[in-house]
């Protein structure tokens, strides 16, 4: 694993195609399910369950994971294509581990896998026990590093159909009814759950933008056409709203009645409003709308990367908060403890979901007889901007965060400047963040 080029970090083992061989993602797989054995989440005879996005790459990679699960002595639960947070959920629900073949919102030459425990995301903790690992692997590969015979995944079991009912369960048949929302659905695997989900919500849904080319969104750095697009599609089709996600669409993307995407950050907090939520766990890089708001109590920031979302949430319950969430600057959204949506339970999931956070906006606008720009509008004013550096060498970043790591005009004058903690992002004594996420 330390020699294939393909890092392992907090969004699990992710590198270039031709580097992710059937030999290095099969050496992931058993490593991980290693780590888990010896803190007896693993046995053999146990089912684990996969799934995978839309790229061209993942059901490769999907073959070779259930190859070094059954190697390792598990009972694959294929899951198909599907949203990253079904496949955890499901794994949850079954009190089993379960793996997600996706490079999320990064372009396709690219892939990985993330890796959930029993109870949810693997944590910091874990991702030193999985590197850790010495794996034995078998005479199945070729001198290129892939399968010498074809491995099938095995039957596919149905874990859309319960996590649509999860929210319908939960905020009734009727919540969207009278509203016409527009799905962008690009090449997101969640894309025709997101359809039906509108449709069994009771709103009409209006199927924007499919593409058989993978197309990588990104929730953070929106591109310049899908803005424009979003505009155009929201005045031709007079629609409420539009929704969408990424390539795994464990991250929102939510734009107003004019068509204006929403930053995740301010979608998260309007979730947390709308689902009556006290504490809240959410990374540095978020702005601090959420806590000039004066809705919650406490506000636990933490470091990017959701396993530090998770740990900061499991603290907050074991302080004995009753209501606990994070959000990420991204619109993912994580729910930690179980809420009452109308007098009925919704059951926690603490893992990155983009459909809780559109969906409890949505019906609270609704609720509230407003658009979705009123209700941002009902916030502290937060002015924010992110991009991304594309085609930039990792390599050469790290050396840039190195050089800049002892940089004294980070430190000094800043009051509440947090340094190296999550790639420079600080808090200013205004209340204003500051620096790239």
Sequence with gaps: MTQSGVAFGTSGARGLVTAMTDRVCFAYSCAFLQHLASIGQFKAGQHVAIAGDLRPSTPRIMAACAAAIEHMGGVVDNCGFVPSPAVAGYGVAQRIPSLMVTGSHIPDDRNGIKF???DGEVLKADEQGIRSQSVNLPDLFDGE?????????GPLIDVA????????????????SGLKLGVYEHSAVGRDILVALVEALGGEAVSLGRSDRFIPVDTE???PEDQKLAREWAAEHKLDAILSNDGDSDRPLLADEAGVWMRGDVLGILCARALGIKAVATPVSCNSAVELSGLFDPVRRTRIGSPFV????????????????????????????????????LGALPTRDAVLPMLATLVDARRQGVTLSALQAQLPERYTFSERLQDYPTTQSQATMAAAGPCSALRGPLPSASGRLSRFAGLLKEGHLFGPT
């Design 221 to 223: 750095a929106v591109r």
């Design 161 to 176: 159909t319960p996590y649509i009912a999860r929210y319908v369960d939960a905020f009734g048949s009727q919540a969207l």
């Design 145 to 153: 590093g892939m399968l010498k015979a074809a491995h099938p995944v």
């Design 310 to 345: 998770i740990e900061a949430m499991n603290a907050l319950v074991a302080e004995g908060q009753e209501s606990v969430c994070g959000y990420e600057a991204n619109g993912g959204f994580l729910l930690a403890t179980p809420v009452m949506v109308e007098g009925r339970t």
């Design 116 to 118: 959930n425990r029993t």
